[in-house]
Each structure stands twice: as structure tokens, then as C-alpha cells.
């Protein structure tokens, strides 16, 4: 993979997957397998064998931190830079509020492998 976002959020992906597959897991991301593709393994099996927690503990705790937010009254989340996040289709949202969510891939590609998912909010309008 040439682009380095990419490849990091690739890589991201992958170990979403790998916390995901444990019988003990923090969260359950289940698009994750397939955003992260054979790239995003082999970077994750290249840079991180050392069954690194960091990013599942960092997913575990930014989706109770948007939950508790949300439930407390926020009416909007951004998260900046989020790469191939599914944090706006994993989460149970609050109804009748609004939530913005902005990638630096393209919104299209986490849409595509979320689909036919029913989306609890639409990326980049902030609107349901």
C-alpha cells in the first residue's frame, strides 16, 4: 500500500479484528476484518507482534466516552482524522440527536463494507 494513511488505517482495522476475534473482547467491530484487508494484516503482523493492546484499549475507550457523551446530552461527536472507523455504525446512539463524523479515507469505503448495515447516522452531514 503506497499511501501511508491508508496503510495506517488499514492497520488500525486490523487490530480492531484481531480484539474482535477474542473470546474476551472489549468491543465487537465487525466490518473490521474486511476494511483492514490483506494490507492492513501484513502491516500488523510486520510492525505489532507483540499482541500490542494499545489499540483496543484506545477503540474500548473512546466509544464509552462518546456513549457517556452522547446519553449526557451532546448533541454532536466529530471525530477528526478517524481513517476507517465504524464507530458511527457499531454504537447504539441516542435517538433525535445528531452526530458528524469526517475520515480521511473516503466515507464511501467504510460505507461499502458496513453495508447493508442500517446506518444510525450519516457520515459527513451530521444529519439522521
Known sequence: MTDQ??????WTAAARAV???????LF?????ERLAGPDGFATLERHDRSDNPYVALRTWWLD???TR??????RQIVLLA???????????????????????LSCSATRTACSPTPVQCLAA???R
Do not use: K
Open 5 to 10: 494513511l491508508a496503510g495506517t488505517a488499514r
Open 19 to 25: 480484539e474482535s476475534r477474542r473470546p474476551d473482547r
Open 28 to 32: 465487537d467491530d465487525p466490518w473490521a
Open 64 to 66: 464509552n466516552w462518546c
Open 69 to 74: 457523551t452522547a446519553v449526557g446530552g451532546c
Open 82 to 104: 478517524a481513517g476507517l472507523d465504524t464507530r458511527a455504525f457499531r454504537l447504539v446512539w441516542p435517538r433525535a440527536r445528531s452526530y458528524s463524523r469526517w475520515t480521511v
Open 125 to 127: 452531514t451530521g444529519t
